[in-house]
């Protein structure tokens, strides 16, 4: 069985950071892409970056571009994100997700960031 | 990067048919995915390839696409398919990797 657990997230102020971690189990984690999708309160889910299928490109949305980074442990079968320079509408659940070819096969449960002074 | 729409909300009454369309240019031309997601929960994958089942997704569930639009179909609808519902598709064009719709409401009446 597929399992998918994020933390990391918290409360921060404007202009902080957070790192959000997903220990994965269940699957052979490095021949799978991963993603981070978003989803702000009330509203509907918004991709946030993620690799490849390879594994060797790096993807991210417009509007986290230049402040968040991807990375991955395969050691560790682990995916994170770092976020910097973080915004109020960075406030969300993030969820690390298992890439399925064209879609998201399976999903973490999400881990809540507000970004609030 | 590419734009799908969904309405808002569909109601349905119970044992009736829900449809769910997704919009987008020529839409037809790629892979539709379909998520559900219910309160307090994560979304889960009902249909991938426009009409494919994953395994443990009822046979009410189905799909298809073609022109501009891409439907969700959900038959005899019962009282747990109360969510909100997502299409996606794949954007290769573009660093957006995954799209996806702007969610509908479903209401079971």
């Known amino acids: 069985e597929v399992q998918l657990l994020e933390s990391g997230g918290g409360v921060v102020q404007p202009g902080g950071s957070l790192r959000l971690s997903c220990s994965a189990s269940?699957?052979?984690?490095?021949?799978?892409?991963m993603s981070w999708v978003r989803q702000a309160p009330g509203k509907g889910l918004e991709w946030v970056s993620g690799?490849?299928?390879?594994?060797?490109?790096?993807y991210y949305s417009d509007s986290v571009k230049g402040r968040f980074t991807i990375s991955r442990d395969n050691s560790k079968n682990t995916v994170y994100l770092q976020m910097d320079s973080l915004r109020g509408e960075d406030t969300g659940i993030y969820y690390c997700?298992?890439?399925?070819?064209?879609?998201?096969?399976?999903w973490g449960q999400g881990t809540l960031v507000t970004v609030s002074s | 990067s590419y734009v799908l729409t969904q309405p808002p909300s569909v109601s349905v009454a119970p044992g009736k048919t829900a449809t769910i369309p997704c919009g987008g240019n020529?839409?037809?031309?790629?892979?539709v995915h379909w998520y559900q997601q219910k309160p307090g929960q994560a979304p889960v994958l009902v249909m991938y390839?426009?009409?494919d089942r994953p395994s443990g997704i009822p046979e009410r569930f189905s799909g298809s696409n073609s022109g501009n639009t891409a439907t969700l179909t959900i038959s005899r609808v019962e009282a747990g398919d109360e969510a909100d519902y997502y299409c996606q598709v794949w954007d290769s064009s573009s660093n957006h990797l995954y799209v996806f719709g702007t969610g509908t409401k479903v209401t079971v009446l």
């Open positions: 269940g699957f052979t984690f490095g021949t799978y892409a």
């Open positions: 997700a298992k890439d399925g070819g064209q879609w998201l096969e399976d």
């Open positions: 690799f490849s299928d390879s594994g060797l490109d790096i």
């Open positions: 020529n839409i037809g031309r790629k892979s």
């Open positions: 390839y426009d009409s």
